[in-house]
């Protein structure tokens, strides 16, 4: 099962300009969670927004988090060629009998080119 | 941060043989760990659920008999792809997560990527 749609699906953006991904869900959460994965590799964990919060900073990155349209937005500032990779969000989906687990959106492949 | 490690990396086989994946937390006790699995382009679809010690709970459209996921210790799951072919190779991720109160963290392999011929 998937918890929602990123958009959009690919963005390609020249080094040096901000890139904007967003993400719809479907459920009530407890937090969100923001993922890259670089082409055929591992997913690296970038940030968690509880859902008491609104917005949250690291680095070159800023989350936000509306969860009156369940939505959250990942922007990168300043961007790299090394920024080129998927992204990812992913939910807490409370699951059948099994609890909770990371549920993943579709994700936005972002190519930037130098 | 906790550290999740799969064993092998990369996988090929023959069609119609039998591969075992496993997964390991290394410096946690995982009593929950999670399976995944990743199409080329598309994003991961979590497979199944499996406590420590319980049966795996298996997502709609997974074959329990084909995916034997084993989770016997703490610190270690098994995905075993049964009579594997060529539509099963996909990249498999699992996830652990430990057990303490308010430990919403889930910690990710590296992953296993299996070709079957």
């Known amino acids: 099962s998937q918890q929602g749609e990123e958009d959009p699906q690919a963005l390609s953006i020249q080094e040096g300009e901000n890139a904007t991904m967003n993400c719809s869900y479907k459920t009530s959460i407890n937090n969100l969670q923001w993922y890259r994965q670089n082409s055929g590799r591992g997913l690296v964990h970038l940030i968690l927004?509880?859902?008491?919060?609104r917005e949250k900073h690291s680095g070159r990155l800023r989350v936000t988090l509306d969860t009156s349209k369940k939505s959250s937005s990942l922007l990168i500032t300043a961007s790299r060629a090394a920024d080129t990779a998927s992204y990812f969000c992913?939910?807490?989906?409370?699951?059948?009998?099994?609890?909770?687990?990371?549920?993943f959106g579709k994700g936005t492949t972002l190519s930037v080119s130098s | 941060g906790a550290v999740v490690s799969q064993h092998p990396s990369r996988v090929i086989c023959k069609s119609g043989t039998s591969v075992k994946i496993e997964c390991r937390s290394l410096d946690f006790q995982a009593t929950t760990m999670f399976w995944y699995r990743q199409f080329p382009k598309q994003s991961l679809m979590l497979m199944a659920t499996?406590?420590?010690?319980?049966?795996?709970?298996?997502e709609q459209g997974v074959e329990k008999d084909k995916f034997l996921i084993n989770h016997a210790s703490l610190t270690l799951s098994t995905l075993t792809v049964t009579s594997a072919h060529p539509e099963d190779s996909s990249f498999y991720i699992c996830?652990?997560?430990?057990?303490?109160?308010?430990?919403?963290?889930?910690?990710f392999g590296p992953g296993t990527r299996l070709t079957v011929l």
């Open positions: 927004i509880r859902s008491n919060e």
């Open positions: 992913a939910t807490d989906a409370r699951l059948h009998q099994a609890g909770t687990a990371l549920i």
């Open positions: 499996s406590n420590e010690g319980s049966k795996a709970t298996y």
């Open positions: 996830s652990a997560r430990s057990g303490l109160p308010a430990a919403d963290t889930q910690y």
